[in-house]
C-alpha cells in the first residue's frame, strides 16, 4: 500500500464517515467537509505533473490475488494523471456548487455525498489501474455509483425510469468489455495493460484478436453513449444537475473515451479499430448534435450535445490511429488527431461543466428548464449571462475560446483524413468531412440555442414558478472559474500543451511521440480549409437559427414509435413479460412444487454427469470396518426415516426428525469429529424449536388418503432417486482417489502458522477465513431477509409511497 | 390458553445461565478445544431459545433489551475489520497475529486475533438465529 493507493481508496475511507459527519454537524452543510478531499487530491496529483512531463511512469503495486496474477497495480502515465486531474478538479468545483444548489434541509445529504465520493473513488480507480480485472471492477462501480445519483430523487418515476435504463445499458457493454478483457489475457497471458502494449505485435494475428476488439469496444461505447447505445444519457440527466456536471459532462461519460485510449497501442494498428471507431464517433457526433436541436428541456439538449461531443473525440481517437502507420514523425498529419482529441477532452470538460452549472443555476432560480417558457433573462442574471455566452460560444467552436480551437484541429484532422490511403479511404473517407462540418453547423445551431433562448427575448414571468433574479455568489463560483479557464486555454492555448496535453498523447500512442514530439497548437494558422468551413459553419448556423422554426419539423421525422428509445422499452417490457410467466411457472408457491423440481434437476444433471465422465467407482478395498454401535445408530437412522413417511400428525413428524439429526450427531461423535457434533447437537435444537414456532402458520396437514396413486408413486420414485444418486456419488467420491487428501496438511500446519490445536476451528477463522466472512454475511443477508419479508406481509404488504 | 409452566419456568432460570455460561466457555476456548464461534453463537442462541418458549416475547425483551439486527451488523463489522486489519501493517488481508502472556489467576495464555474475528462470528450467529426467530415468533 503505497501513498497512491491511499489516495484512490480516500474517497471510499471518506464516504464512510460522511453519514457520521451528517448526524453530528447538521447544521454544517455535509459538503464542507467533502470538499476538502477533491481539493487534496487535487494537489497530490498536480505533483506528478513535473514527472509526467519528463516522460516518467509511477507505479505503485500491492498484492491482491498473486496466483491468479492479480495485482492492485496503479501507474500514472500522462493520460492517467490528466483524467485524474480533470475527476478531481472539476470533482472540488461540483461539490462546491452543490453546496449551494442543495439545501440541507431538504435533501438527504449523507446519502448524495456517499455516492458522489463511491462514485469519484471509483472514477479515479478505473482510470490509475494496470490491471485489467482492477479496472474492470471499478468500472462496474461507476456504473453502480452513477445508478444511485441518477436514481438520488427515487420517489420520481423519471429518475428511477433512467436510473434503471442507464444501469442496464452500461452493465450489459460492462460484462461485453469483461468478456473482452478475458480473452486479451488468454492471447497475451497477462492481466497487465503495460505487458498487453508491450506485446501488441503478436497479439495482432491472434484469432482472437478481432473479438475481443468487439468486445472491449462494446464496453466502451456503451459508457460513452455512443450511437445507438446514447439513448440512456438524456434520461440520465433526471440527476441533480451538480451530477450531471460531473458524470455526464467530465467524468463517467468519458471513462469509455478513456478506455480506447488506453487500449489505443494494443487494438490501434488494426484497420476495424480505425473504422469502428471513427465511424462510431462520427454517427454520434451527427446524430447528436442533430437531436439536440429540436430538444426543449435545457438539460436534455445538454444531454445530446454531450453525446455529440463525445462522438467528436472518439472520431478522433479512430482517426489518431492511422497514425500508427507512418513512420515519420514530423510530417504525421494523423498525430494532430490524436492531439486535437486530448485538447477537445480538456476543454469540453470546461465549457460543458460551467453550461451544466448554468442550466442548475436557471432552474434553481426560475423553477423550470423549458425553454419555451424561459426568455429575457440577460438583465436579472447578467453574471449568468456571461458564463452561458462563453460556454456555449465556445462549444459552438467560436474564436477567441478554447473550444475554437479544438474545434479547428478537428475540422482539420477531418480534411487530412482525405489523403489516407490505407484502410480503403478512397471510397468512403469523403464522407468523413462533410458529416464532420454537417454536425457542426448543427452543434453551432444548438449552442445558440442554449444561450439565447433562455437569456434574450421576452421575459414571460407568469409562466415561471419563482421571481429570478441572480444566483447566489457560492453557486457562481465554480462556473466562473470553469469559464475562465475556457478563456485562458482559448488565449494561451500552449499553456498546457508541454505539461498536460504532450503526456497524455504519448500515453495514447507511446511508439511515435518520442523525446522530439512536441505539442504546438496555433491560434491563427493562415487561411486553411478549415477556416474556411468554420466560416461556413457560422454563416450557415446564423442563417438556419434565423429560420429555426420553418424546419424544426424536419426534425421529428421519425415517429416515437420505431425510435431507439421504444425499442429499448420494449424490449425491458418483453423481459418482464417473459420473467414474470417464467416465474408463474416456477413459483407456484407450493413448496412441493420448488422440491420436486429442485430434486429433478439434482438427479438428471448429476446423474447424467456420472454416466456421461464415467465417474463411478467401486473400491471396497479401503473401507473401514462397520463396528456394531455404526450399525444401530444407522439402523436408528434408517427406521426413524422411514418412520417420518407414516407419521399422522405434523408434531410426531417433527420430533422423529429431531430424533434422526440426533442420532446423527452420536455420528459425529463416534468417528471423533467433536465439533461437527456439538453443531448439529445445537443446530437440531433450535430447529426443532423454529419448525414449533412455525406451526402456528402451517394449514393442517393434507389426509394422506386424499393423495392419488399416481402421485405417491413419482414421490417415490424422485426421493429413491436423490437417494441413490447420492448414495453412488458418495461411493465413489470415496473410491476415487485422485489427490492426497488435505488434511494432513492442515493438521501440520495449524499449529505451526495458526497458533491454534483445534484444526477445524483454525480452518474457520484462518486458513479460510474469508469463506467464513461470506457465509456470514449471506447469514445476515437471510435473516434480513426473513424479517422484511414477514414484516412486509404484517402491515398487508403496503408501501409507505 | 395459558398453561401452567411452572416446572419449565424455574429450571429454565438456573439452565439458561448455565447454557450461557458453556457457551461463552466454548466460544473462548474454540482456538484449542472444540468449539468457536458458531457453536457458541448458536448454543447461546438455544438458551435465548430456551427463555423464549418457557416465558414469552415481551418477558425476555424485557430481560435482554437487545436489537438482533443490530447486533449482525456489529458482528459483520467486527469481522471485516479484523480481515482488513491486514492492510494497516502492510500483510496480507486475514493475517491472524497471536502471542502468549501470563495473565492473574488464568495463567498462560494466548491472546489471539483469530479471536475477534470469531467474536464476529459469534454476534452474526445469534443475531441471526434471534432475528429469524423472533420474527416469525412475533408475527404469531
Known amino acids: 500500500m503505497s501513498l497512491l493507493h491511499w489516495a484512490v481508496l480516500s474517497p471510499f475511507l471518506l464516504a464512510l464517515i460522511v453519514p457520521i459527519l451528517y448526524k453530528l454537524f447538521r447544521q454544517i452543510h455535509t459538503g464542507w467537509f467533502v470538499l476538502i478531499l477533491p481539493i487534496l487530491l487535487f494537489t497530490y496529483f498536480s505533483r506528478f505533473i513535473s514527472l509526467t512531463k519528463q516522460g516518467d511512469i509511477i507505479m505503485e503495486r500491492a498484492t491482491w490475488i498473486p496466483s491468479l496474477g492479480i495485482h492492485v497495480d496503479f501507474y500514472i502515465d500522462g493520460l492517467g494523471l490528466l483524467f485524474a486531474l480533470l475527476i478531481t478538479g472539476i470533482g472540488s468545483l461540483v461539490v462546491l456548487y452543490s453546496i449551494f444548489y442543495l439545501s440541507k434541509e431538504k435533501e438527504k445529504l449523507n446519502q448524495f455525498y456517499v455516492f458522489l465520493l463511491l462514485f469519484m473513488g471509483a472514477m479515479l480507480g478505473v482510470v490509475l489501474s494496470d490491471n485489467l480485472i482492477v479496472l474492470y471492477s471499478f468500472w462496474e462501480f461507476t456504473s453502480l455509483s452513477s445508478f444511485l445519483l441518477i436514481g438520488y430523487w427515487n420517489e420520481r418515476e423519471r429518475s428511477r425510469y433512467g436510473a434503471q435504463k442507464s444501469l442496464l445499458i452500461t452493465v450489459l457493454g460492462g460484462l461485453s468489455m469483461l468478456g473482452g478483457i478475458i480473452l486479451l489475457t488468454v492471447m497475451g497471458n497477462t492481466f497487465s495493460i503495460r505487458e498487453l502494449i508491450a506485446q501488441s505485435g503478436e497479439l495482432m494475428d491472434h484469432s482472437l484478436f478481432t473479438p475481443a476488439l468487439l468486445l472491449v469496444l462494446l464496453g466502451a461505447f456503451t459508457k460513452s453513449a455512443q ?274 496535453i504532450k503526456p497524455a498523447v504519448a500515453g495514447i500512442q507511446p511508439s511515435l511521440a518520442g523525446p522530439d514530439f512536441q505539442v504546438h497548437i496555433a491560434f491563427w494558422h493562415g487561411f486553411q480549409p478549415e477556416v474556411w468551413m468554420t466560416i461556413g459553419i457560422i454563416a450557415f448556423g446564423i442563417l438556419l437559427y434565423k429560420t429555426l422554426p420553418k424546419w424544426q419539423k424536419i426534425t421529428q421525422w421519425i415517429p416515437e414509435r420505431i425510435s431507439l428509445n421504444a425499442f429499448y422499452d420494449n424490449g425491458v ?229 | 390458553m395459558r398453561q401452567n409452566d411452572l416446572i419449565l419456568q424455574t429450571v429454565t432460570k438456573v439452565a439458561a445461565f448455565v447454557i450461557l455460561l458453556f457457551a461463552v466457555a466454548i466460544f473462548l476456548g474454540g482456538h484449542y478445544s472444540p468449539g468457536g464461534g458458531f457453536v457458541g453463537g448458536l448454543m447461546t442462541s438455544a438458551a435465548i431459545v430456551l427463555l423464549l418458549l418457557a416465558f414469552d416475547i415481551k418477558t425476555v425483551t424485557g430481560i435482554l433489551p437487545i436489537d438482533y439486527k443490530l447486533m449482525i451488523g456489529s458482528g459483520l463489522f467486527i469481522s471485516s475489520l479484523t480481515v482488513a486489519g491486514g492492510l494497516f501493517f502492510g500483510v496480507p488481508l486475514m493475517t491472524h497475529v497471536y502471542h502468549y502472556v501470563d495473565l492473574p489467576l488464568l495463567g498462560h495464555i494466548s491472546l489471539h486475533t483469530a479471536v475477534l474475528f470469531d467474536l464476529g462470528v459469534y454476534l452474526v450467529v445469534v443475531g441471526v438465529t434471534m432475528t429469524i426467530i423472533q420474527t416469525i415468533g412475533e408475527s404469531e
Not at chain 1, 474457520?764 to 466472512?773: A, E, I
Open chain 1, 227 to 500: 450511437f445507438p447505445f446514447h439513448i440512456w444519457l438524456p434520461d440520465a440527466m433526471e440527476a441533480p444537475t451538480p451530477v450531471s456536471a460531473y458524470l455526464h459532462s467530465a467524468t463517467m461519460v468519458k471513462a469509455g473515451i478513456y478506455l480506447v485510449a488506453r487500449l489505443s497501442p494494443v487494438f490501434a494498428e488494426s484497420g476495424l479499430w480505425f473504422w469502428l471507431v471513427s465511424i462510431a464517433g462520427l454517427i454520434t457526433l451527427f446524430w447528436g448534435s442533430f437531436s439536440a436541436i429540436k430538444q426543449t428541456d435545457l438539460k436534455g439538449i445538454l444531454a445530446f450535445s454531450t453525446i455529440s461531443q463525445l462522438g467528436l473525440i472518439m472520431s478522433l481517437l479512430g482517426l489518431g490511429a492511422a497514425a500508427l502507420h507512418y513512420e515519420s514523425l514530423g510530417e504525421n498529419i494523423y498525430l494532430a488527431a490524436t492531439v486535437a482529441a486530448v485538447f477537445h477532452l480538456i476543454n469540453h470538460a470546461t465549457f460543458k461543466g460551467s453550461l451544466f452549472m448554468v442550466a442548475g443555476i436557471i432552474d434553481h432560480e426560475t423553477g423550470t428548464r423549458d425553454i419555451r417558457k424561459l426568455g429575457g433573462l440577460m438583465q436579472l442574471m447578467p453574471i449568468t449571462f456571461t458564463v452561458a455566452v462563453i460556454g456555449a460560444f465556445s462549444m459552438a467552436g467560436l474564436p477567441p475560446f478554447n473550444g475554437f480551437l479544438s474545434k479547428e484541429m478537428f475540422l482539420a484532422s477531418m480534411v487530412n483524413v482525405l489523403e489516407l490511403n490505407i484502410f480503403n479511404m478512397e471510397t468512403w473517407g469523403g464522407l468523413f468531412p462533410v458529416v464532420a462540418w454537417v454536425a457542426s453547423v448543427f452543434t453551432f445551431i444548438y449552442s445558440m440555442i442554449v444561450v439565447l433562448k433562455p437569456f434574450t427575448g421576452k421575459l414571460q414571468l407568469q409562466l415561471l414558478e419563482k421571481k429570478p433574479h441572480e444566483a447566489p455568489i457560492g453557486m457562481l463560483i465554480s462556473p466562473i472559474i470553469l469559464a475562465s479557464l475556457v478563456i485562458v486555454f482559448g488565449i494561451f492555448p500552449n499553456l498546457l500543451s508541454s505539461s498536460i
Open chain 1, 573 to 801: 417490457r418483453g423481459l418482464e413479460r417473459s420473467a414474470s410467466f417464467v416465474m408463474k411457472v416456477l413459483m407456484t408457491g407450493s413448496i412441493r412444487t420448488y422440491l420436486l423440481s429442485i430434486f429433478l434437476f439434482f438427479i438428471l444433471s448429476l446423474g447424467f454427469t456420472l454416466y456421461w465422465k464415467d465417474a463411478f467407482k467401486l473400491d471396497t478395498g479401503n473401507f473401514a470396518r462397520i463396528s456394531i454401535y455404526e450399525l444401530v445408530l444407522a439402523s436408528i437412522i434408517v427406521i426413524g426415516s422411514i418412520a417420518i413417511l407414516f407419521a399422522r400428525s405434523r408434531l410426531t413428524s417433527i420430533i422423529i426428525l429431531g430424533a434422526v439429526g440426533y442420532t446423527i450427531s452420536l455420528f459425529f461423535v463416534l468417528l471423533r469429529a467433536p465439533d461437527l457434533a456439538l453443531t448439529q447437537l445445537v443446530i437440531e435444537t433450535i430447529s426443532v424449536s423454529l419448525f414449533l414456532l412455525c406451526f402456528f402458520h402451517l394449514p393442517l396437514m393434507a389426509s394422506r388418503k386424499e393423495e392419488r396413486m399416481t402421485f405417491k408413486l413419482n414421490n417415490a420414485l424422485i426421493s429413491i432417486g436423490v437417494g441413490v444418486i447420492v448414495t453412488l456419488i458418495a461411493l465413489s467420491a470415496h473410491s476415487n482417489k485422485l489427490f492426497d487428501s488435505i488434511s494432513n496438511y492442515y493438521l501440520e500446519n495449524a499449529y505451526k502458522e495458526a497458533g491454534g490445536k483445534n484444526v477445524v476451528n483454525v480452518i474457520l477463522v484462518d486458513f479460510r477465513g474469508l469463506d467464513t466472512m461470506f457465509e456470514i454475511s449471506v447469514l445476515s443477508i437471510a435473516a434480513l431477509g426473513i424479517f422484511a419479508m414477514i414484516k412486509l406481509r404484517l402491515t398487508g404488504g403496503k408501501d409507505k409511497s
